[in-house]
């Protein structure tokens, strides 16, 4: 399950900001997933609950936001939204699209004491 260490760098980022910011406790982490990441948010919430024990973010409130699927096609040159890049451009039909963002993942947004 790529989900634990996932969590595990988010946690690292998390625990770094302590450290440069100087808070000790962390109530809520607002997180964006774009909606192309190979990532399972249930599985992330659970993972986040195990990783985060012990730690200034041990009880946090874990916050996804999921950010849309982007591509351009290569047929007919528009920027399209994009559920899934297998199903191609949803404007024109055509399989020739390249993704643009929908694949990512950051931590956006720390509540913080």
């Known amino acids: 399950m790529h989900e634990m260490s996932l969590t595990q760098g988010m946690l690292d ?3 770094d900001s302590a450290r440069r910011e100087g808070f000790v406790r962390v109530n809520a982490v607002w997180l964006e997933i774009g909606q192309l ?6 599985a992330l919430r659970f993972c986040f609950d ?12 874990l916050e996804i936001v999921v950010t849309p699927g982007m591509a351009w096609c290569l047929e007919c040159s528009a ?7 297998r199903s191609g451009c949803p404007r024109c039909g055509s399989s020739q699209v390249q993704v643009t963002a929908g694949t990512d993942m950051r931590v956006k947004e720390l509540e913080v004491e």
């Open 50 to 61: 195990v990783v985060t024990r012990g730690t200034c973010a041990e009880g946090a409130r």
């Open 37 to 42: 990441a190979p990532v399972e948010p249930r």
């Open 13 to 15: 980022v998390i625990e």
């Open 79 to 85: 920027s399209v939204a994009l559920a899934d890049p």
